[in-house]
């Protein structure tokens, strides 16, 4: 009985000393659930959720200083280098050519950064009804609409430093919805369109774009974003780079390894070291709910922008547009195109919106990285 | 005159850096979505001029070749 009561008591002690610990299992556990049960942007979710679990098993000092997580953090993420290199690799992976071949798909990636600024409001909203954000914090915080992992960290990482409780949270955040966009977006897009228009029929042209123009294509971009948002150059540049290396023609072997060994090498211990801001005592906290809920209203709202958008070109146009491709305009690649292709297809199987929706997918790439620029430029002349 | 414009452009466009309220974030809104529209509408531009440089260039090498294809048939 004595020894019963023992293991009782210890067991009723380790809960009570390890409870918070506990909760991040269990997100982690979710997250690994989800990245593998579900495919949901596996690469990422996985070695995030097992970090969570790493960082807060009892007496872990994995994320410690000098320990090998806290290593990898310190070299990849607090200083912007994984998330910079990973996107030399997304560039290398995207083929501008749908946005080459109709430009005016580029709109909706320009409409579909709503949810951003929206987010913003709602943070600023939140903080003149007495929930205290700072400024810099409602930036990043809305900074999640841009259904953008790296444009998120590095973001957030200029205005708030990488030591701030809410980096963590907005990160995650970040990639978990994300992953998430099939289950976010159909509701949304379903409740804010008629059948009729979900019905629409939108023709493809299939067209060759030239070489020149594929190479000037992202040089062009970086320049322009540079003008406008000079801020943002690290995040276009890199995206832009990796895809001259693509386009060129001369460095097909770069091209190769950029799409497949150093975008899964970064992804792999961009993942864990995330795992590093996932410490319960600094992840667990009302704030994080907040985040986590701005973040869906963000995706939510960038949404609801790039359908809305499409509904109003198309009280001007003969040829109507799908609504529907507005809401491919965030920036999660290639999910929402494959989302929107889906429902598309459910409403009428002869109803081929692929090509139309990976364009305004594709063009939300860029815009979300314009939008990233344009929030460092105006909030890195806030008061810190 | 121009202090005036300046006064009143800060006015709409300038958020409050010290004291930042929903009306500042609105700003924002309107400034940066007019940004990014404006951006995507230059490069929507740029595309177009580019995709009809090379097209007429390849139309001109096209009819240069087939000249040249009906000149040494004769």
């Known amino acids: 009985m004595d020894f019963f009561t023992t293991i009782k008591d210890a067991a009723w002690t380790f809960i009570q000393g390890n409870w918070m610990n506990a909760i991040m299992w269990v997100i982690g556990g979710v997250l690994i659930y989800l990245a593998i049960k579900k495919e949901m942007e596996p690469t990422l979710l996985l070695p995030i959720g097992f970090g969570a679990i790493l960082v807060n098993l009892p007496g872990s000092t994995i994320a410690n200083e000098g320990q090998i997580i806290k290593l990898l953090y310190d070299i990849g993420i607090a200083n912007e280098f994984f998330p910079l290199v990973l996107f030399i690799g997304i560039g290398a992976m995207i083929d501008f050519g749908p946005v080459l071949t109709n430009p005016k798909l580029m709109l909706f990636g320009a409409a579909a950064q709503f949810g951003i600024f929206f987010t913003l409001s709602m943070a600023t909203l939140l903080n003149d009804i007495g929930i205290e954000f700072s400024a810099l914090e409602a930036a990043s915080i809305s900074i999640i609409g841009a259904a953008d992992g790296p444009t998120s960290i590095v973001v957030a990482r200029e205005l708030l430093g990488s030591d701030s409780r809410l980096f963590g949270p907005i990160v995650v955040a970040a990639y978990s919805y994300m992953a998430l966009v099939p289950i976010i977006q159909r509701p949304v897009v379903k409740l804010i369109t008629t059948k009729k228009e979900r019905l629409i029929r939108m023709e493809y042209k299939q067209r060759d774009v030239s070489k020149t123009t594929r190479i000037l294509f992202p040089i062009i971009i970086t320049a322009v974003v540079g003008f406008v948002a000079p801020d943002g150059l690290p995040l276009i540049g890199c995206l832009m780079f990796g895809n001259l290396i693509r386009e060129c023609g001369v460095l097909n072997s770069l091209s190769e390894t950029a799409q497949k060994v150093l975008a899964n090498l970064i992804t792999i211990f961009l993942g864990i070291s995330i795992a590093a801001t996932m410490k319960a005592e600094a992840f667990l906290h009302p704030n994080t709910l907040i985040v986590l809920g701005l973040g869906l209203v963000a995706f939510i709202f960038d949404t609801v922008g790039g359908v809305f958008f499409a509904k109003f070109i198309n009280l001007f146009t003969k040829k109507k547009i799908n609504p529907m491709i507005g809401a491919c305009g965030i920036s999660a690649f290639p999910m929402s195109a494959r989302v929107i292709h889906k429902m598309g297809q459910e409403e009428d199987n002869q109803n081929f919106l692929l090509m139309h929706a990976i364009g305004a997918n594709v063009s939300g790439q860029i815009a979300s990285v314009v939008a990233g620029g344009l929030i460092l430029s105006i909030f890195m002349q806030f008061p810190r | ?74």
Do not use: C
């Open chain 2, 1 to 74: 005159m121009f202090e005036l414009r300046n006064v009143i452009q800060s006015s709409i466009w300038e958020p409050n850096k010290e004291d930042f309220h929903l009306i500042d974030s609105l700003k924002i809104m309107l400034r940066g979505m007019l940004t990014i529209f404006l951006v995507t509408a230059i490069l929507i531009v740029l595309v177009v001029i580019l995709n009809n440089y090379t097209k007429k260039k390849k139309e001109k090498e096209e009819k240069a070749k087939e000249t040249e294809i009906e000149n040494e048939s004769y």
